[in-house]
């Protein structure tokens, strides 16, 4: 029964409203005479879609309230259209209750009541009412399952999805263009392309919207060159290109990976977009440029954006972000055009967006632009986005290169702390900047939040490890990586097989890179190395070898560098052929090589001739070479520490008094030695010269246990430190205070079982009083003693080294024996060998 009487009898009572309220004109109706008595029920209805168009609920309820008093007892049209009233202004809650009120309902009252759920966010309601039209309704039409296909692409039901498909063909609407457009979205939302390609094909009718729909499709999941192909079928088939397509295609081509074949695609689409009259259009215009702008096209992007007229802030966002993309990869010119072009933004007045200040940030980061940073950090305050995970990461990464952490830390106790990499940064930031305890304490606080890490965070942590010599952290945050399955992925072992390089594991590092999934340059670089400066030599250039064969392009022979390999020899590459003349007693050649490489006002390469000169006991060639490194760096306290004891060894005592002179006339002070172990989860230091620290005791009482014992065996061995009397306070507070590592030792023979090898860290390399020491004690304590200087590892066993006791070179070849070096550098160079059986310096500084 129809509820209430028919609409025809409706009373002639007014519906008084402001007399300001604007005459809006509903669509194909003329509006109605506010003010005059509503003698007819398209009063109501004209007022309702005007509600509903403006999204009104306060017109919306006064009209429902006046039907309600007047006693209209609308019917079910202007019920349909109260409804959609109601969805519009997203009051669901009246709306459902009128639904439930309404004594008819037809196909159109189930759609209006689903598509307000679906455009309120209520998915799962919106499929609900589906399934109760399905059972109330006999037949539905093509709103009913476009809007279910819509829900559950929402809610990521493919399933569901499918079984509507279904119903689609069993009621002959899947041929229609309407839902076959429905259907490629629903889709292409999943990637599942060959559905895709399959609706398309066998639909009957297709529009426009069909086609660009397809493209959209491929470019979603990421095929761009056949959206390229799509795209001229288009053309040919004389379908009309909308905006929405092309700026999606646009976007789409900045990634293709071929660099020809992507040219020529942008060329192609740009002439597409001016044909088609496009190409003034604001999306497709900041599609064009961003294109432009990621792929080094700069004036291309230039001129794109001139064009555009009142560009937004998207438009500027493509520039700026296209100014600061180029910066990083040719000259500083254009981040600094970035910059200026914020600043022509600001001057139109136009609001910034998180993304503005995300790539000027950038900008000011790869400027070292402090000032300027500090400048849009107020602008970033003064728009409320200090917040946002993106531009406080960014603001963190800006002070921690700067050195400046306590701001660093403020802008990340700013943000959400939501997304994962803002954590990145700031464990990034403490780790580059030395604070690997605070990285690794921040690393925990992720974990107690119950948030997962991944692969990148992991090697920041392990970064930090490695540098402060955490190794059983080290190995708990493995032990990490392997639950999350990132043991195996390249950027995670890469910095595990480091890390265990680092801290003298050499087998867990050649164990985690054999169980590698995918090697790049670095995995083998890294695993090279770690042979290398643990004195492997012979196992370095065999995976140096097995490197070649499996063609990764990252070599260490200097002249296939530049002529297979079209790599460009820096400083370092130098200075390991440097090291290999040295090492072979060539100092001269040396010289000469230097010279002619054209890095020869680079210290680097002359130190490492200086240290030859030690080795090989050339002093006057050593002095004259270190009068030239002082000259070149006269605030470096090694130059000064090698000439002086070069003037000792020489005899020119004045000269000697003179370098240390000029040292303090300078203000140039060496470097505090400090020595650390650790032992359990406490790392342990040892300062250089200061006998106040703990354990002291225990220490020189170990100490003058073993070195009576290597006197009664050995003699003096020629070791300052074996010529006083132990019990001498001398001895305790002067001599032994001033080789840490020695302290360290020792602390670690006392705490240490036996089964576990001594390992020890230091800032300083290793003297060769210390290194003499120390291959006595690995005898006499039948220990393993690995002792990592800023250079090298040495692996002390039964009274020998690695490093072949030539422990003071400073380049990348170093732990490789004389005679290996000799041949890799006879094969590079022609240079004939020199006998074996030289006698090096005993006095190694």
């Known amino acids: 029964m129809r509820w209430g009487p028919p609409e025809r009898d409706l009373g002639a009572r007014r519906l008084s409203l402001p007399a300001q309220t604007p005459r809006l004109r509903a669509p194909n109706h003329s509006p109605p005479r506010l003010g005059l008595p509503l003698r007819h029920p398209s009063a109501y209805r004209h007022l309702l879609q005007l509600a509903a168009g403006t999204q009104s609920l306060i017109l ?38 009128l639904f439930d009120r309404m004594p008819l309902r037809d196909t159109v009252s189930w759609n209006i009541l689903s598509a307000g759920f679906s455009r309120a966010g209520y998915s799962g309601a919106a499929l609900g009412v589906f399934r109760e039209a399905r059972s109330a309704v006999a037949l539905l039409d093509r709103f009913s399952y476009v809007g279910a296909l819509s829900a559950c692409a929402d809610l990521g039901y493919v399933k569901v999805g499918r079984a509507v498909h279904g119903m689609v063909v069993v009621n002959g609407l899947a041929r229609r263009a309407f839902i076959t457009n429905s259907l490629i979205d629903f889709y292409s939302n999943f990637g599942v392309i060959n559905k895709v390609r399959l609706v398309f094909d066998g639909a009957e009718e297709l529009d426009e919207v069909s086609w660009n729909s397809l493209l959209t499709a491929y470019v979603r999941i990421g095929w761009p060159e056949v959206a390229a192909n799509i795209l001229v079928w288009m053309h040919r088939s004389g379908v009309k290109l909308n905006s929405f397509a092309l700026s999606a295609i646009l976007k789409a081509c900045t990634d293709m990976k071929d660099s020809q074949d992507s040219e020529d695609v942008r060329r192609m689409l ?42 937004s802030v998207v438009v500027f966002n493509a520039m700026i972000a296209g100014f600061s993309r180029l910066g990083t990869e040719s000259c500083g010119k254009y981040r600094v055009e970035a910059l200026r072009l914020f600043r022509k933004m600001l001057r139109r007045h136009i609001k910034p967006s998180k993304f503005t200040f995300k790539s000027v940030l950038e900008a000011c980061i790869s400027l070292g632009a402090l000032k300027c940073g500090r400048q849009i950090h107020a602008h970033v305050i003064m ?75 992991l090697s920041c942590v ?53 169980d590698l999934g ?10 090279i190395s770690s042979y290398g400066i643990h004195g492997n030599a012979g196992d370095a250039l065999m995976l140096f070898e097995k490197m070649k064969e499996c063609r990764t392009h990252r070599l260490r022979y200097y002249e296939s560098m530049s002529m297979e390999y079209g790599l460009s020899p820096n400083s370092r590459h130098c200075a390991c052929l440097v090291d290999l003349l040295g090492r072979a007693g060539r100092i001269v050649d040396a010289e000469d090589f230097i010279s002619k490489s054209g890095y020869a006002t680079d210290p680097l390469l002359w130190r490492v001739i200086m240290r030859a000169c ?53 203000g140039v002070n060496k470097e505090t030695g400090t020595s650390w172990i650790e032992i359990g989860a406490s790392v342990y230091s040892f300062m250089s010269n200061n006998s106040q620290q703990p354990h002291m005791d225990i220490i020189y009482g170990k100490l003058e246990e073993i070195m009576i014992h290597i006197r009664q065996k050995m003699g003096d061995a020629g070791l300052k430190i074996l010529k006083l009397e132990y019990q001498s306070e001398m001895w305790k507070k002067s001599l032994v205070n001033s080789h840490g590592e020695l302290l360290a030792l020792a ?18 390399r290793v003297c060769g009083d210390c290194h003499t020491t120390m291959k006595l004690f690995s005898e006499l304590e039948r220990r393993d003693i690995v002792v990592r200087d800023p250079v090298r590892f040495h692996h002390f066993s039964w009274g020998s080294c690695t490093c072949g006791d030539y422990c003071i070179v400073e380049n990348l070849f170093i732990g490789f024996k004389s005679r290996e070096l000799i041949k890799l550098f006879e094969a590079i160079h022609g240079f004939p060998q020199i006998k074996d059986g030289y006698n090096p310096a005993t006095r190694i500084a």
């Open 518 to 527: 995918s090697l790049d340059s670095f995995s083998w670089s890294a695993m």
């Open 383 to 457: 728009n409320n986005l200090q917040n946002d995970d993106f531009i406080g990461s960014a603001l963190v990464t800006l002070y921690s290169t700067s050195h400046l952490m306590i701001e660093s830390f403020r802008c990340f106790e700013m943000t959400s702390k939501q997304e994962i990499f803002t954590w990145d940064c700031m464990i990034s930031a403490y780790t580059y900047n030395g604070h690997f305890e605070k990285a690794v304490s921040l690393f925990k606080e992720l974990l107690y939040l119950s948030k997962e890490p991944h692969q990148f965070t």
């Open 270 to 311: 740009h002439g597409c977009v001016t044909k088609v009259g496009l190409d003034l259009d604001l999306f497709v215009g900041s599609a064009m440029l961003d294109v432009y702008a990621k792929n080094g096209g700069l004036e291309e992007a230039i001129k794109v954006f001139e064009c555009i007229p009142n560009p």
């Open 60 to 97: 919306c309820r006064l009209l429902h309230s006046h039907m309600v008093r007047a006693g209209y007892k609308p019917g079910l049209f202007t019920h349909n259209i109260l409804l959609n009233a109601y969805c519009r202004c997203c009051d669901m809650a009246t709306a459902h209750q």
């Open 614 to 666: 030690l080795f090989y006991g050339e002093t006057e060639q050593g002095i004259h070479v270190g009068e030239r490194l002082m000259m070149m760096e006269p605030f470096s306290s090694s130059s000064y520490i090698l000439l002086y004891n070069m003037y000792l060894d020489a005899g020119k005592v004045s000269l000697a008094m003179r370098t240390r002179g000029l040292m303090r006339e300078r």
């Open 462 to 514: 392990i970064n930090a490890c490695s540098n402060s010599g955490m190794l059983r952290v080290g190995e708990q945050i493995h032990g990490c990586s392997m639950k999350l399955g990132y043991d195996k992925f390249t950027v995670c072992g890469n910095s595990i097989v480091e890390m265990y390089t680092k801290l003298g594991e050499l087998d867990a590092s050649i164990k985690t890179f054999q």
């Open 747 to 764: 602390f670690g023979l006392c705490k240490l079982p036996k089964s576990v090898p001594i390992r020890v860290m230091k800032n300083q």
